[in-house]
């Protein structure tokens, strides 16, 4: 054994030395200070932090009043805390914020009668992050709005955590979309915003989308131009990278229920932070607390959204059907695509005849072209849209990529803009277009998809209008056109039976034998000659009736009709011509209330049916007319019932396939089996509907016919 190391001298040294390096090894300041206030030892820590203040080195500050060798203490809560501990002899703790070195210590006082030991740590981080959480937590709890949410806890971020905070969120297609950018600075922010706008993050390599899709953090402790200049390449794209002075960065998942929908990105740069595996974690925590309040807002939102939209859908509908104007259903349209996508301004453009100019022709909100204004349709959004018959979503109108040189780019070159095309049937007709301003979010796949249906719509309410349009056109040509057939028949009737009449005259001249005798032969074909004429006068007569009806110039007599007394008179009338081919005919006839019609058009109709019913039932067979009040088997519009008026024959029958035919003129179903033109039936229904009734028909091939007809039950 050295006798040296057994002297107690040299032990004290070592003893002393062994203290010195075990209190040098604790990371926090550590002050022993004597009854007098005099600094008896302080650890490498605390030399450190005291050189950091500019005041004393170590020498220096061993063996100086504490209130000499750090000045700043005085007056401090430190002071305060410092002599209650020693004047009361009980250990002491708080925490307490040291403004000349910008940071909060948890300091502990453990007083004996002769010395005083200080401990101090630095819970800056800590409370930072405290505050920030708190901070963080109102946020989320007072907002409901996501993105303003997002904006609101990125902006608490810096400077506290980051120079820069950004967020992205992925969309429909799985992009990632750059919903927030915070800085302190705004201009750094518009530089930030230009870096993205021209250099996208590349899905296959950039961070923001590994950690995306991996649902796992990344983080580059200290960046060095080297990574920089190995992750981009040489050139633009470098220099302004570097320009931005990256120092460290944290890539953190927006993860809510085990599903990733963004990332939030933390960037240290001229605040020289470097990030440890600590602020991960903390990144971390906060970005689960945003994503999950993110994603209730969103379920809120959606929600929310879900109702405006269905009623702002609802209203465009009604708006649709209902019989507007153009002009109204187009401005409704504007005004519910602007509600349903919470836009700034809505305009429908349309396009010119010549079609190379856009007419504003409806407008709503604030952001818009002026109304009847019009703007070249080469290279508008409007052409864009129709050319692709797709939406376009525009995220800032001044810096698209497509050649927009038009009006809408200079006038709204920050906002973003919402184009859906208008199409009629393949035929272009315009365009809807929706605009935000600047700082909003830009719209979203999603609402191009909803803004569509309103562009569905929109296009809807150009085609009814346009078909209206068109049916009127027709509707008057053939009003012109049966006028004019009318017309022309009215005439040439008149002029064939002029003629008709004079022979007919001649030849009953022959027949009552004033010109003297005849014989058999002769008589016979002069009786033939008269019948003749008689069908050819009574042909020309049911065509001149035809073409009244058409025209709508039948003149209606209406009187108090009995309806079984007026059919019975027809039974009678008809049954010698039934006799005559050997049918039994009757009549069961209830008593039916007095009707307005008139009598003389319905004798014209019965009339038509019994002629018909005789015509085409076989000898042996029969005709029955029954009359009774009831509810109609179409759907005529007469809910208390109609009187109807049955003609039953148990004739031929007619095939079901052409029971349609009956109805329309010159049509006949088996011209065999007897003569006759094919018009009684047609004008016969005309009448009908006239009276504001109908003719039917129900009937079975061989077994027989039941025409029936229709005549409101209008109190006389
Ligand atoms: P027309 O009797 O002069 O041919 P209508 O217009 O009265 O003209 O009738 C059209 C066609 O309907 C007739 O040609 C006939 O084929 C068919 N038809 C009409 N009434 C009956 C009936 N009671 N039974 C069978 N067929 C009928």
Redesign the pocket.
């Known amino acids: 054994m050295n006798s040296d190391q057994s002297s107690p001298a040299r032990s004290h040294a070592l003893q002393r030395d062994l203290l010195e390096h075990t209190l040098d090894a604790i990371t926090t300041p550590f002050y022993i200070i004597d009854s007098n206030w005099r600094i008896v030892y302080l650890n490498q820590a605390a030399r450190e932090s005291l050189r950091g203040l500019g005041h004393a080195d170590r020498n220096h500050a061993q063996g100086m009043v504490l209130w000499e060798a750090v000045p700043d203490l005085v007056g401090t809560r430190f002071e305060k805390e410092y002599r209650r501990a020693m004047t009361t002899q009980t250990a002491v703790h708080f925490e307490e914020y040291h403004a000349p070195l910008n940071s909060w210590f948890r300091v502990d006082v453990f007083p004996t009668p002769a010395t005083m030991v200080l401990q101090l740590r630095d819970v800056t981080r800590e409370k930072v992050r405290q505050q920030y959480l708190a901070d963080a937590s109102k946020v989320l709890s007072q907002t409901l709005d996501y993105m303003e949410t997002l904006r609101r806890l990125a902006q608490l971020s810096v400077p506290r955590l980051a120079d820069w905070c950004t967020v992205d969120i992925a969309n429909q297609n799985g992009e990632l979309e750059q919903v927030v950018v915070a800085h302190s600075n705004p201009d750094k922010v518009r530089y930030a915003r230009e870096l993205r706008r021209r250099y996208p993050p590349d899905p296959e390599s950039s961070g923001l989308y590994s950690v995306f899709r991996s649902g796992k953090s990344e983080f580059a402790h200290q960046i060095t131009d080297e990574m920089l200049a190995a992750g981009v390449g040489d050139g633009e794209y470098l220099r302004m990278l570097r320009e931005l002075g990256l120092c460290s960065m944290m890539t953190v998942p927006l993860t809510a229920h085990g599903k990733t929908i963004g990332v939030m990105q933390f960037v240290s740069a001229e605040g020289r932070r470097l990030y440890d595996a600590a602020d991960v974690a903390f990144a971390e925590d906060l970005a689960n607390r945003a994503a999950v309040a993110a994603h209730n807002a969103r379920l809120f939102e959606g929600a929310k959204r879900r109702e405006r939209e269905e009623a702002a859908l609802r209203k465009a509908a009604e708006a649709v059907t209902a019989s507007f104007s153009v002009e109204e259903i187009i401005n409704e349209i504007a005004r519910s695509a602007l509600d349903a996508t919470e836009a700034d301004g809505s305009f429908v453009e349309r396009l010119n005849d010549d079609g190379k100019e856009l007419r504003v022709v409806a407008v709503a909100g604030e952001l818009h072209l002026e109304l009847n204004s019009c703007i070249p349709f080469e290279g508008s959004l409007g052409q864009l849209v129709l050319e692709k018959n797709q939406p376009e979503l525009v995220h800032v109108l001044g810096q698209s990529r497509f050649p927009l040189p038009g009006v809408l780019a200079q006038m709204f070159a920050s906002s973003a803009a919402l184009a859906v095309p208008l199409v009629d049937g393949g035929t272009a007709i315009g365009a809807l277009i929706l605009l935000r301003r600047e700082g909003r979010a830009p719209f979203t796949e999603d609402e191009a998809k909803r803004a569509h249906t309103f562009g569905n719509l929109a296009s809807l309410a150009f085609r009814k209008v346009h078909l209206l349009q068109e049916s009127e056109t027709r509707r008057t040509e053939l009003e012109q056109l049966i006028e004019s057939r009318s017309r022309l028949i009215r005439g040439f009737s008149h002029d064939l039976k002029n003629p008709l009449g004079a022979a007919d005259g001649h030849a009953s001249l022959l027949e009552d034998r004033m010109l003297g005798e005849l014989g058999e032969k002769q008589l016979s074909s002069v009786k033939r000659i008269r019948s003749a004429i008689r069908a050819a006068v009574s042909l020309i007569d049911d065509l001149v009736e035809l073409a009244r009806a058409e025209a709508g110039q039948i003149k209606l007599r209406p009187h108090a009709v009995d309806v079984r007394e007026l059919v019975r008179e027809m039974v009678e009338q008809y049954r010698p011509a039934a006799e005559q081919e050997r049918l039994s005919i009757k009549g069961t006839l209830e008593a039916v209330e007095l009707i307005k019609s008139d009598p003389d058009r319905v004798r014209q109709i019965v009339g ?1 049916l019994l002629s ?2 005789v ?2 039932t076989q000898p042996g067979g029969s005709i029955e007319v029954r009359t009774g009040i009831r509810k109609s088997d179409n759907d005529l519009q007469y809910p208390a019932g109609c009187v109807a008026i049955d003609v039953i ?1 148990t ?4 095939p079901q396939d052409k029971l349609e035919l ?1 109805f329309t003129e010159f ?4 011209p065999s ?1 007897k003569p ?7 004008i016969s229904r005309r009448i009908a509907r006239l009276l504001g009734g109908e003719i039917t028909v129900r009937t079975e091939r061989g077994t027989g ?1 039941t ?1 029936t007809l229709w005549l409101p039950l209008e109190q006389a």
């Open positions: 038509n018909n019913a015509k085409y024959d004739g031929i029958g007619i009956l049509a006949r179903i088996d089996v006759g033109a094919g018009l009684g039936l047609a016919s025409f």
